[in-house]
């Protein structure tokens, strides 16, 4: 018999953890992979009864994502010249050719701005206010935290109608800034808080060390606060970032043309000559990627960050 | 090098007051200890003649300038804080030069200059290491080198030992003034440590509840405190206080406790009450069969070479240094005395010291 550990779990115990975490991990992945793999089916493969695990990769769907195209009949297929390249040559053989590209580029180009845009200018408002909140005898401090936190206390969405109102009248309907001025009004409070729980955490010191050094308050701030603050930077970057990719009511409600994100724009692609599930499965993951992408580089700071101040040193 | 001058400063936060019109001075190359209990406003003190907290009212002069309304960057003093603050995002060799990078030194100087500075503290091992991974004392180190390194006009140091062993503290104590007196600068010192103090200091500043209550060599404040709480907080075992009633003329040169008279240092002043305190440091006391004044003895404590015997007297308890060899019974009755020329006299009321024949030289904040 192994000898009783207090801190260092038997091995049974461990193989239980680890089947566990696997089949977790297993159903949360689930939709991810089908959407995934779907992306790479072919029409009829996505749609076949019992459904297909292993099937024939074909890149269909990401042709038909970013192309428009039309149907054609026998005798024009015939005049046609050769296919000029390989999505020319997947889209023949269902008998249709490409009249252009689609509008997934320029919504996933609006997507990258709105979102990382209203991240950025999140970050920077927030940053700044943390710092004042946490080092400042600011005047009603407490008041105006409570108010700034009082933003969240409702879903976003049930402001939408006055929203919808004064976009329209201030002529923002529509366009990127006022989708970026949405979100970071949306995000701000989660920052600020976020953020002078993080500030609050880099001991005074050493800012007034860097003042007792030489340097300015500014310098101070960005010198020493800064690199300290990285990590409370990253992961509240990561969530602000996260709501605007993903926000879906208000692109709806706001967005048609110039500045429509790509989540309102998904699922419009299913109308689109059929029921194109590759088409819209493979928009769902290209739509995954920078989050995931972003999610990736940050993790380190992430897992920090989301620990950080939950044990006094 | 400079002088600092402190005059009528006071410090309050809201309708709190943390430093009640302090003044004196540190002369120049003085090793100065600010002491006193935590929160009696030691380290608001030495945080406005940094620049870091700014002073309700009052002057700061530093090297002939008044400085209490400038930025701590103006100031040219450097400051080691308890916890080192250390930049963590940087190594000891840049840690170490921040304060020159922000004058815009040439590389090459900051460079000769760190390295003059490493060598002094024995830190040259280390410059290129990141600053988490190193031992309290040279956290230390590199704290006192950035300080240094900038040939500030003064140093003010807040309980920069605290944070370290015991064991490390003694040594980093000598090295800390080993380098004071080879650099003979100007140090405004802040500690809760009554040892420490009389160790170190060249003058030390006793403070309380945000008042100056004595400021003078360790000397001076330990044979001659200025106020009973001064007496009590330095020494260890503390002065024994013995309160008695009695109308003490300027002149009187003893007073009686019980039946016994005891010979004091000549009083200057008229005590301005009946309520009188008799002080008498623990090594003053001595056993002695043939004196009327008696105490029981309650406990005694083995010190190695000395031992502190615990007596009840008729006026209170007290407290006895004396040498271990000799034998003492507990629960027996012995009778004490006091050398004359040491004893101090406290009017109750006020805890002031009563001004006598040999403290006339002490300074009461």
New interface residues.
């Given amino acids: 018999m192994s000898a009783f550990s207090v801190t260092e779990p038997s091995a049974r115990s461990k193989g239980i953890a680890a089947v566990l975490v696997f089949l977790y991990a297993f159903i949360t992945l689930l939709p991810l992979l089908w959407i995934i793999s779907t992306g790479f089916k072919t029409g009829p493969d996505s749609i076949s009864y019992p459904p297909k695990v292993i099937f024939t990769p074909s890149i269909e769907g990401y042709v038909n994502l970013f192309t428009s195209r039309t149907r054609i009949n026998e005798e024009d297929r015939a005049t046609l010249s050769p296919p000029a390249n390989f999505a020319e040559a997947i889209v023949r053989e269902r008998d249709m050719v490409i009249t252009g590209p689609s509008r997934f580029g320029e919504r996933f180009l609006n997507s990258v701005i709105i979102g990382f845009g209203s991240t950025f200018l999140s970050i920077f408002l927030g940053t700044l206010a943390a710092y004042a909140f946490s080092r400042f005898r600011v005047p009603l401090k407490d008041d105006l935290m409570f108010f700034i936190l009082s933003t969240r206390m409702m879903p976003p969405i049930a402001v939408a109608i006055p929203i919808f109102l004064m976009f329209r009248s201030l002529g923002l309907s529509d366009t990127h800034l006022g989708m970026i001025l949405l979100y970071t009004g949306v995000n701000i409070s989660l920052a600020v808080w976020l953020l002078k729980g993080f500030i609050d955490e880099i ?1 005074r ?2 800012e ?9 308050r500014f ?1 101070a701030f960005r010198k ?1 606060v800064l ?2 603050a990285a990590t409370g930077i990253a992961s509240t970057a990561i969530f602000c970032l996260i709501f605007a990719w993903n926000e879906y009511a208000f692109a709806v409600l706001l967005t048609s043309g110039t500045a429509q994100t790509a989540p309102p724009f998904i699922p419009t692609i299913i109308g689109v000559g059929g029921q194109d599930w590759p088409a819209v499965a493979a928009g769902a993951t290209i739509f995954l990627l920078p989050v995931m992408i972003f999610t990736i580089l940050l993790r380190k700071h992430l897992l920090r960050g989301i620990t950080f101040g939950a044990v006094r040193k | 090098m400079a002088e600092i001058v402190i005059k009528g400063l006071r410090k309050e936060f809201g309708s709190f007051t943390a430093v009640q019109s302090s003044t004196f001075t540190v002369k120049d190359g003085e090793f100065f200890m600010l002491l006193g209990p935590s929160g009696c406003g030691k380290t608001t003190t030495l945080r406005m003649i ?3 907290e700014l002073p309700t009212s009052g002057e700061i002069w530093i090297d002939g300038e008044e400085v209490a309304q400038k ?3 103006q100031r040219d ?3 080691v ?1 308890q ?1 080192f ?1 250390l ?3 940087l190594n000891v060799r840049r840690n170490i030069s ?2 020159l990078v ?2 815009g030194m040439p590389k090459a100087l900051v460079k000769e200059k760190v390295a003059e500075v490493a060598k002094i503290l024995g830190i040259e091992g280390i410059l290129d290491r990141p600053v988490g991974g190193l031992s309290g004392g040279d956290r230390q180190r590199v704290a006192l080198g ?1 300080a240094i390194v ?1 040939r500030p006009k003064a140093f003010m140091m807040d309980e920069p030992l605290g944070a370290l062993d015991a064991e490390f503290r003694e040594h980093m104590a000598e090295e800390l003034r080993a380098l004071h007196d080879r650099m003979r600068a100007t140090t405004v010192y802040v500690t809760h440590d009554q040892l420490e103090a009389m160790q170190m200091g060249d003058k030390i500043v006793v403070m309380n509840h945000g008042v100056v209550e004595q400021f003078g060599t360790p000397q001076q404040v330990y044979d001659h405190p200025a106020t009973m709480f001064v007496a009590n907080f330095i020494g260890s075992p503390a002065m024994n206080f013995l309160p008695f009633q009695g109308h003490m003329a300027r002149g009187a040169s003893e007073v009686t406790l019980g039946d016994t008279r005891i010979e004091t240092p000549q009083l200057q002043e008229t005590a301005p009450g009946p309520d009188l305190v008799l002080g008498v440091r623990p090594e003053h006391v001595w056993l002695d069969d043939a004196s009327t004044y008696r105490g029981r003895i309650l406990a005694t404590e083995y010190l190695g070479t000395s031992q502190i015997v615990t007596l009840s007297a008729p006026n209170g308890q007290i407290k006895a240094r004396i040498p271990s060899a000799r034998n003492v019974r507990t629960g027996d009755t012995i009778g004490l005395t006091f050398t004359a020329s040491t004893l101090a006299l406290f009017d109750k009321a006020s805890g002031r010291a009563l001004r006598t024949s040999v403290n006339a030289e002490v300074h009461n904040g």
């Fill in positions: 001991p010191e050493y007034e060390a860097a003042l007792i050094d030489g340097y300015t310098q020493v690199p300290q | 940094a620049g870091l930025p701590a960057s003093i450097a400051f804080f916890m603050a930049y963590p995002h921040y304060p922000s004058q950035r900038r």
